[in-house]
């Protein structure tokens, strides 16, 4: 499992590695108090942004983390973001995450390409055992969302994490193994109207 920055390219979206040079088109699509409604940090200013940027590339460094910017290919604009992280090699493991998309594409076919790109990566190149999901138990949008991919719930981790507000949050764990990645594939590629 080698990582390394890679460019996963969809018919209608490509997913390219973040870099620092992308401060400007991710606040131009990113700070929007809704987006972050549910994230731990809230990312509404250019700062934060700027913040939220650094420590993806420290986690890049790190071979922690695959960071990307999320282009929508028809307009050649960056719509949003998400990222391989937890990434364990020795473990053929990842988790899909830290996914932020503009609300004008939001349930549409941007994240049902990205996550079909990424979940493709994972499994048929990485030839991961397992991608892993986690989201705010209080957040419906995306837990439905990860159940639409195919993944299955595993378990709530209670007061998982302290919110920047100082709330406490509790993450819904989800999952998809090798062996269900088929049927997944399926799915995801239905959505997208292919066959």
């Not at 920047?164 to 998809?176: A, N």
């Amino acid at each position: 499992m080698k990582v390394g920055k890679v460019i996963l390219d969809g018919e209608f979206v490509r997913l390219e590695p973040l870099e620092p040079e992308h401060h400007a088109a991710l606040c131009e699509a990113g700070l929007d108090d809704e987006i972050w409604r549910w994230s731990p940090d809230q990312m509404t200013t250019p700062e934060a942004m700027k913040n939220y940027i650094d420590t993806a590339l420290d986690e890049q460094f790190r071979g922690v983390s695959l960071p990307f910017v999320t282009i929508e290919k028809s307009s050649e604009k960056v719509v949003g973001s998400t990222r391989f992280g937890n990434i364990s090699a020795e473990n053929l493991r990842a988790e899909i995450g830290w996914t932020w998309i503009n609300p004008a594409w939001q349930r549409t076919y941007v994240n049902t390409e990205a996550k079909l790109l990424m979940l493709t990566y994972a499994f048929e190149t990485w030839k991961c055992l397992r991608v892993e999901f986690k989201t705010d138990a209080l957040n419906e949008k995306s837990r439905n969302a990860i159940l639409r991919l195919g993944a299955k719930q595993e378990g709530i981790f209670r007061q998982h994490m302290i919110c920047q507000s100082g709330r406490l949050r509790d993450s819904v764990y989800f999952s998809i193994l090798d062996n269900e990645w088929q049927k997944v594939k399926e799915n995801l590629w239905r959505k997208l109207g292919r066959n």
